[in-house]
């Protein structure tokens, strides 16, 4: 069985930065592809970024692009997610999740493995 822990959430001012990590178990990390989801309070769960098996693609979606970066260390089964430039509308709870497919996908509904989520909150 897959398992997903989140962490690296917190409250920061707007304008500052967090790093989230999300460690996987299992063998055979290096054949995902990697997620990053948030929901924010009574919202939709929605895409935020994504990285191939090898992590020589990424993909994010257009309000976090060049604020937020997406990364992993396969030696160490974690993938990252760093958040700079943090705004008041960043806040939710950041979901990790796993694909087994070695190419990036936007959907949730591809992906088969999800953690327990991790709070932010940007304040004003």
């Known amino acids: 069985q897959v398992q997903l822990v989140e962490s690296g959430g917190g409250l920061v001012q707007a304008g500052g930065s967090l790093r989230l990590s999300c460690a996987v178990s299992?063998?055979?990390?290096?054949?995902?592809?990697m997620g990053w989801f948030r929901q924010a309070p009574g919202k939709e769960r929605d895409f935020v970024a994504a990285?191939?098996?090898?992590?020589?693609?990424?993909y994010y979606t257009d309000s976090v692009k060049g604020r937020f970066t997406i990364s992993r260390d396969n030696a160490k089964n974690t993938v990252y997610l760093q958040m700079n430039s943090l705004r008041p509308e960043d806040t939710a709870v950041y979901y990790c999740a796993a694909r087994q497919r070695l190419a990036i996908a936007t959907a949730g509904s591809l992906y088969d493995y999800w953690g327990q989520g991790t709070q932010v909150t940007v304040s004003s």
């Open positions: 990285i191939n098996w090898s992590g020589d693609s990424t």
């Open positions: 299992g063998r055979t990390f290096s054949m995902y592809a």
